[in-house]
């Protein structure tokens, strides 16, 4: 079974540019989680799909940060303008309704450098 | 206060050590915990999940202790291959992930 696919797998940009990432869960999963990690800390929640609908992104910077999950399968996170601050992985993760949304599949990234 | 903390360590031990990481949580409303193992430059996977009876998965064996609001993993016999970031996890209605503690096992 193909798991959470994501682009690009590395990102360098200057600051004030913007920036786009792409995932595509594992098939069948209606779940699509978003997540920051910064260097020497544990993944922090972004933005949380249920099909379509974001149902929990209030750790979402929205002056810069918008996502979209158009038709409940791929989403693109989307950072403009980016600052040296948002230097990070970005994690895109997935996981079955309903009970099971306790077990999150993690893609493997994409890693921004804004310089 | 972060929610969930560790020790970040490194735990640097000999091939064939038992090493213990500890991890303190302070949301009494949580409901579940995990324990995800990190390689260097990958994602987060699912190591094995902690119950209060306490589980074991081969050489691992993790324990929560709702009382005290305290989740251990306890590595037997460590592996080369151990080395890694070992992230507690805690849920209520999302993941919320400690900072890690990292494992290096030497020869």
């Known amino acids: 079974e193909a798991g959470v696919v994501q682009s690009p797998r590395y990102k360098i940009i200057e600051k004030k540019q913007p920036v786009a990432f792409w995932c595509n869960p594992i098939s069948g999963h209606n779940t699509l989680y978003w997540y920051r990690q910064n260097l020497g800390q544990g993944p922090e929640l972004l933005i949380r799909y249920e099909n379509e609908e974001a149902v929990d992104d209030s750790q979402l910077p929205k002056d810069r940060f918008s996502a979209e999950r158009l038709k409940g399968v791929d989403s693109t996170l989307k950072i403009q303008p980016a600052e040296l601050g948002d230097s990070a992985v970005y994690l895109c993760?997935?996981?079955?309704?309903?009970?099971?949304?306790?077990?999150?599949?993690f893609g493997p990234g994409t890693r921004l450098l804004v310089l | 206060r972060k929610e969930v903390e560790q020790d970040p360590g490194p735990f640097n031990v000999p091939e064939g050590a038992t090493v213990a990481f500890n991890c303190t949580y302070s949301?009494?409303?949580?409901?579940?915990f995990f324990w995800y193992r990190q390689d260097c430059r990958k994602e987060p996977k699912l190591l094995m999940s902690v119950y209060s009876s306490g589980n074991e998965d081969g050489r691992f064996t993790a324990q929560l202790n709702r009382a005290s609001q305290y989740i251990s993993l306890l590595i037997r016999d460590s592996k080369l291959s151990d080395s890694a970031t070992y992230l507690c996890v805690g849920y209520t209605d999302k993941l919320i992930f400690g900072t890690g503690t990292r494992l290096q096992v030497f020869p």
């Open positions: 993760a997935s996981s079955p309704a309903g009970w099971d949304q306790e077990t999150q599949y």
């Open positions: 949301n009494s409303a949580s409901q579940s």
